[in-house]
């Protein structure tokens, strides 16, 4: 059977119908994205986070129990940006508080907080399946990562062969590939370079990701 590509994290619109390709849609509720009918995750990202986070995280709280709502996220926190880090923390840890009690997977923003993110993500004790989207670092901080059982998003960004080790090296059980924003790169651009870094057939990546999809999300 033909497995579609799964396409964990996108900004990018796939048309109706489309069954080649399954897209999780990020929603941002703190930057003015609107919620869709279409299988999305809906988060307070950090960069935007602010005074009024608290009705929003309401507000997320009444949408949560909807089918099409996959996962919480993106959240997290980022050192590169000014909004103060307390506030991102807070607003963090009710997020993963709303993922444990709907029992939705987390989809993460990391930004030189790596330690942190971690630290949070065990003092919080949650359960369900963690995604660190994007990922760009090295092997040494992956393989920290996966030990603890978290899985890895891996962007366009790789097409430069800045990932080559990661992706050589990861289990297949823990990897996911995204869009993210990048109009320029298809997830099918994105899955054969994988492929053919791996020295595997298309399909067998395609038939991995798809039944890391159908565990995490319980397809």
């Known amino acids: 059977m033909q497995r579609p590509y799964i396409d964990i994290h996108t900004h990018q619109h796939y048309p109706m119908g489309d069954n080649a390709v399954i897209s999780i849609q990020n929603i941002a509720l703190n930057h003015h994205e609107i919620l869709s009918g279409k299988p999305c995750s809906v988060g307070l990202h950090p960069w935007y986070v602010h005074d009024d986070s608290l009705s929003l995280l309401q507000h997320m709280q009444t949408i949560l129990h909807q089918n099409n709502v996959m996962a919480v ?99 297949l059980t823990q990897l996911f590939l995204e869009t993210d924003t990048s109009a320029a790169a298809t997830v099918e651009a994105i899955y054969q370079y994988v492929a053919t870094v791996r020295s595997i057939p298309l399909d067998a990546l395609k038939e991995a990701i798809y039944r890391n999809y159908k565990t995490l999300f319980n397809k």
């Open 73 to 171: 996220g993106e959240c997290g926190l980022d050192k590169h940006v000014e909004v103060p880090f307390a506030l991102q923390q807070y607003v963090f840890e009710q997020q993963i508080a709303l993922a444990a009690r709907f029992q939705k997977p987390l989809l993460i923003h990391c930004v030189r907080a790596f330690q942190e993110v971690v630290q949070t993500l065990d003092r919080t004790a949650f359960k369900q399946g963690v995604i660190f989207h994007g990922y760009r670092k090295n092997w040494t901080l992956a393989q920290q990562l996966l030990a603890l059982g978290y899985y890895l998003s891996i962007g366009s960004h790789c097409l430069n062969g800045s990932q080559d080790q990661v992706l050589k090296n990861i289990p």
